[in-house]
């Protein structure tokens, strides 16, 4: 009699338990729900690639995955912007048109003419901007980028170390997501489809 107890005392456990963490479970796979994601950061003019001034205000109504960095780096950067590449392509074949932003912190080097020649290896839907050291800075810092130049004692010949993530920004202009550089094309993509309109 007492083994029976005990047996149905563990069924009626492992039953909470399992309900507990399915439960959870379900609960992580439910859809983002973010109270306040704060105001625009399009707040900012530049010069596009086409040597165009560019109004970030003309982004509102558009979902937008931004990243900062510089066309001479030799790995982060063409890593970063071409998985945003397959990102964007991918949502093209599905209709569903989302803006690329690639914005430079090397104004010195990085002048129209370099990043639309630059740009050229990279899906079509990507805006290249550069604007002088004041300007860039002020976007930067909006968004939390961190950089430092390396050594510039060769005015050409230099790197900087930057952080490297892709931000994903909804069509009022707020920050939803920070991806690394660890996040693939794929979970980009999924979060993408799944929570920016």
């Given at each position: 009699?007492?083994?029976?107890?005990?047996?149905?005392?563990?069924?009626?456990?492992?039953?909470?338990?399992?309900?507990?963490?399915?439960?959870?479970?379900?609960?992580?796979?439910?859809?983002?729900?973010?109270?306040?994601?704060?105001?625009?950061?399009?707040?900012?003019?530049?010069?596009?690639?086409?040597?165009?001034?560019?109004?970030?205000?003309?982004?509102?109504?558009?979902?937008?995955?931004?990243?900062?960095?510089?066309?001479?780096?030799?790995?982060?950067?063409?890593?970063?912007?071409?998985?945003?590449?397959?990102?964007?392509?991918?949502?093209?074949?599905?209709?569903?048109?989302?803006?690329?932003?690639?914005?430079?912190?090397?104004?010195?080097?990085?002048?129209?003419?370099?990043?639309?020649?630059?740009?050229?290896?990279?899906?079509?839907?990507?805006?290249?901007?550069?604007?002088?050291?004041?300007?860039?800075?002020?976007?930067?810092?909006?968004?939390?980028?961190?950089?430092?130049?390396?050594?510039?004692?060769?005015?050409?010949?230099?790197?900087?170390?930057?952080?490297s993530f892709i931000y994903a920004i909804n069509s009022k202009g707020q920050l939803i997501k920070t991806f690394s550089p660890n996040d693939s094309a794929e979970e980009i993509l999924n979060f993408t489809k799944t929570n920016l309109h």
């Amino acid at each position: 009699m007492l083994r029976s107890i005990l047996f149905l005392g563990i069924i009626i456990s492992s039953v909470f338990v399992a309900h507990y963490f399915t439960k959870g479970i379900i609960s992580k796979q439910a859809p983002i729900q973010i109270v306040d994601l704060g105001p625009s950061l399009w707040d900012f003019t530049l010069t596009d690639h086409d040597n165009q001034i560019f109004d970030s205000k003309t982004l509102l109504g558009k979902t937008t995955l931004v990243y900062f960095g510089f066309t001479f780096s030799p790995d982060s950067c063409p890593a970063a912007l071409g998985k945003m590449s397959k990102v964007l392509a991918e949502l093209n074949k599905h209709d569903l048109t989302i803006q690329g932003l690639f914005i430079t912190i090397d104004s010195a080097r990085d002048n129209t003419q370099e990043i639309k020649e630059y740009l050229k290896s990279f899906n079509h839907n990507i805006i290249g901007l550069t604007g002088n050291p004041i300007e860039i800075d002020k976007v930067a810092k909006t968004f939390k980028v961190h950089y430092a130049y390396d050594d510039k004692s060769d005015p050409e010949n230099y790197l900087i170390n930057h952080s490297s993530f892709i931000y994903a920004i909804n069509s009022k202009g707020q920050l939803i997501k920070t991806f690394s550089p660890n996040d693939s094309a794929e979970e980009i993509l999924n979060f993408t489809k799944t929570n920016l309109h």
